[in-house]
């Protein structure tokens, strides 16, 4: 098999992983043919998100099916960049796999929340706020250095670290006013998206 051919194997596979884990928690949780809840986003937030999806998976599927419209941004990478990026996108679905886990019946697509809510502390949340946000983040940018292309990462990069700052604003907000001490306290010890470091004691802006 060419190496070229290889990775792109690996990235299919990695997409089905990802795709089976998504669709089994949704299946679990009651969401995969549930009827989509109110989302508190606003259009302006869910537009830029749909925009900002459709952009990252347009690129990858450029990749895998027809490279032409994204050939200058293709980089020949070395196999000892592409194998630690597929171990990465392994360890990124197993944290996906365990936040769910976590979070159990919570889980929403949707930016609300519910009369019946309650914190969730344990499992990858003891440590990080968002770990499944995370966790795409990380998963994306190891595809990018498994197929070598740099607008994957740009494009992940876009979605995750732009729109999902404004949204998760709004998000803490609400869990703010949900919770109020024990969650400023919760932002206290803990970091967005990875393990604060120690010493500090200042919640992420």
Same mark, same amino acid.
């Given at each position: ?87 990465? =996108? &392994?360890? $990124? +679905?197993?944290?996906?796999? *365990?936040?769910?886990?976590? @979070?159990?019946?919570?889980?929403? !697509?949707? %930016? ?35 197929? =070598? &292309?740099? $607008? +994957?990462?740009?494009?992940? *990069?876009?979605?995750?670290? @732009?729109?999902?700052?404004?949204? !998760?604003? %709004? ?35």
């Amino acid at each position: 098999m060419e190496p070229m051919n290889l990775w792109k194997l690996t990235v299919i596979s990695l997409l089905l992983m990802l795709s089976g884990v998504r669709l089994f928690f949704r299946w679990k949780t009651g969401t995969l043919l549930s009827r989509p809840a109110v989302s508190q986003e606003g259009p302006l937030i869910l537009g830029v998100r749909f925009a900002f999806s459709l952009l990252l998976f347009a690129t990858v599927f450029s990749y895998l099916f027809y490279s032409r419209p994204i050939a200058w941004s293709l980089v020949d990478l070395p196999p000892w960049v592409r194998i630690p990026s597929a171990v990465l =996108g &392994c360890c $990124a +679905i197993g944290v996906l796999v *365990l936040s769910h886990r976590a @979070l159990g019946g919570y889980f929403d !697509l949707n %930016l609300r929340i519910r009369a019946d809510h309650r914190l969730v502390t344990h499992g990858p949340y003891r440590l990080v706020r968002h770990p499944i946000y995370a966790a795409y983040l990380l998963f994306f940018l190891s595809i990018a250095g498994l197929s =070598g &292309c740099w $607008a +994957i990462a740009l494009a992940a *990069l876009l979605l995750f670290g @732009l729109l999902m700052t404004a949204r !998760l604003k %709004l998000e803490e907000a609400q869990l703010v006013e949900r919770f109020g001490q024990r969650y400023q306290d919760y932002l206290q010890r803990t970091g967005r998206f990875f393990p604060r470091l120690a010493g500090r004691s200042h919640p992420d802006p």
